[in-house]
């Protein structure tokens, strides 16, 4: 059994650096998005969930979880494997964090290290109906696969599951992200590298917003403009503001800013867009112009507004997107261990 020891071990604090780093970088993770892990001695040490990776190094932001127990209710597709709460080792848990939503993705990969991040530029291929094919040209030599979308958790570990080889270290998620695996925090972050750097590409470069239209519009309202500029270029490129508006198109999306994506009518401003809309948008798109964000919106709806506009402005304007189906969406939406997270978010355990 690992004993406290355990969490100062090298490798241990090695990816305590390597989380946070890419924590800190929006390209990667956004929020509280994303998760890595370290199994030692039968332990599986994850980010706990509704905690942010860029805190990793001055925080205790990992849970230890016992491997063999999790990974024998996986494969018995056992409810409890959903939360992996059951699983965590109370002794070296003092906070009593709940493990990360993706715990299972985590324990079912043998590599000793498993890095997940939201990457954007993952993400704008994996929402494209031929994302497969555009994969096969860029990551020809490595050993990865393409998981199609399911919903985060038990569904997903068993997608992966099905599609796991020996060998395989680099797996991306449909509509989700992108996950390596290593037996070293060295080797994880190379071959992390390596991947983000053969899926980059340009953005298509956005006009800069007209902030005294949107300030015009907010006017009167709970609106404000949003913390970072880059998240006007949603709207403001308008072959990003056509891609918005058609869906959702990954998970965080749906759970920090809700379905879709609001986009104002010509002439409406942020009040008449709220009159007309049963509850009031996170966020709201004025094409050509800009965005507007929610007086009270937190730091994890404003992480990803500004990712939504990172994702679509690296999409093809003539793609062929797959939107998260109104079930995916309903499911999303409905499911405990994402209010417990979005609960943490609204508390401002995660602000710092």
């Given at each position: 059994?690992?004993?406290?020891?355990?969490?100062?071990?090298?490798?241990?604090?090695?990816?305590?650096?390597?989380?946070?780093?890419?924590?800190?970088?929006?390209?990667?993770?956004?929020?509280a998005?994303?998760?890595?892990?370290?199994?030692?001695a039968?332990?599986?040490?994850?980010k706990?969930?509704?905690?942010?990776?860029?805190?990793?190094r001055?925080?205790e932001?990992?849970?230890?979880?016992?491997?063999?127990?999790?990974?024998?209710?996986?494969?018995?597709?056992?409810?409890?494997?959903?939360?992996?709460?059951?699983?965590?080792?109370?002794d070296?848990?003092?906070?009593?964090l709940?493990?990360?939503?993706e715990?299972?993705?985590?324990?079912?990969?043998p590599?000793k290290?498993?890095?997940?991040?939201h990457?954007?530029?993952?993400?704008?291929?994996?929402?494209?109906?031929?994302?497969?094919?555009?994969?096969?040209?860029?990551?020809?030599?490595?050993?990865?696969?393409?998981?199609?979308?399911?919903?985060?958790?038990?569904?997903?570990?068993?997608?992966?599951?099905?599609?796991l080889?020996?060998?395989?270290?680099?797996?991306?998620?449909?509509?989700?992200?992108l996950?390596?695996?290593?037996?070293?925090?060295?080797?994880?972050?190379?071959?992390?590298?390596?991947?983000?750097?053969?899926?980059?590409?340009q953005?298509?470069?956005?006009?800069?917003?007209?902030?005294?239209?949107l300030?015009?519009?907010?006017?009167g309202?709970?609106?404000?403009l949003?913390?970072?500029?880059?998240?006007?270029?949603?709207?403001?490129?308008l072959?990003?503001?056509?891609?918005?508006?058609?869906?959702?198109?990954?998970?965080?999306?749906?759970?920090?800013?809700?379905?879709?994506?609001?986009i104002?009518g010509?002439?409406?401003?942020?009040?008449?867009?709220?009159?007309?809309?049963?509850?009031?948008?996170?966020?709201?798109?004025?094409?050509?112009?800009?965005?507007?964000?929610?007086?009270?919106?937190?730091?994890?709806?404003?992480?990803?507004?500004?990712?939504?506009?990172?994702?679509?402005?690296?999409?093809?304007?003539?793609?062929?997107?797959?939107?998260?189906?109104?079930k995916?969406?309903?499911?999303?939406?409905?499911?405990?261990?994402?209010?417990?997270?979005?609960?943490?978010?609204?508390?401002?355990?995660?602000?710092?």
């Open positions: 059994m690992a004993h406290s020891g355990d969490n100062h071990s090298s490798e241990f604090c090695m990816l305590r650096s390597l989380s946070a780093s890419i924590g800190a970088d929006p390209l990667l993770v956004q929020g998005g994303g998760n890595t892990s370290i199994k030692q039968g332990v599986l040490w994850i706990a969930s509704g905690t942010w990776l860029k805190n990793a001055d925080d932001i990992m849970v230890p979880v016992a491997l063999a127990p999790l990974l024998d209710a996986v494969s018995h597709r056992s409810p409890a494997a959903e939360a992996a709460g059951q699983f965590t080792l109370a070296l848990n003092p906070r009593q709940r493990p990360s939503i715990t299972t993705v985590h324990a079912l990969l590599q290290i498993v890095v997940h991040v990457c954007v530029e993952t993400i704008s291929i994996a929402v494209q109906a031929n994302a497969e094919a555009l994969l096969e040209g860029r990551l020809r030599g490595l050993d990865w696969a393409f998981v199609p979308y399911r919903r985060p958790g038990l569904p997903l570990a068993q997608a992966i599951a099905e599609r080889k020996p060998a395989t270290n680099v797996l991306v998620l449909g509509n989700h992200g996950v390596v695996a290593a037996d070293t925090v060295a080797e994880a972050a190379l071959l992390l590298q390596r991947v983000t750097g053969l899926l980059a590409r953005p298509r470069p956005a006009p800069p917003p007209d902030l005294d239209a300030l015009r519009l907010a006017a309202s709970d609106y404000r949003p913390a970072s500029t880059a998240a006007h270029a949603v709207a403001t490129d072959a990003s503001c056509r891609i918005a508006a058609s869906g959702s198109l990954y998970p965080d999306h749906v759970i920090f800013l809700g379905v879709g994506s609001v104002a010509p002439g409406e401003n942020a009040a008449a867009v709220v009159a007309r809309t049963a509850a009031a948008p996170t966020s709201i798109l004025f094409p050509g112009k800009g965005v507007l964000m929610r007086r009270e919106a937190n730091a994890g709806a404003e992480a990803m507004a500004r990712c939504l506009a990172d994702v679509v402005a690296r999409v093809d304007g003539a793609a062929r997107v797959n939107y998260l189906s109104p995916e969406n309903a499911e999303l939406l409905n499911w405990d261990a994402e209010k417990y997270r979005q609960q943490l978010n609204r508390e401002g355990a995660t602000l710092q």
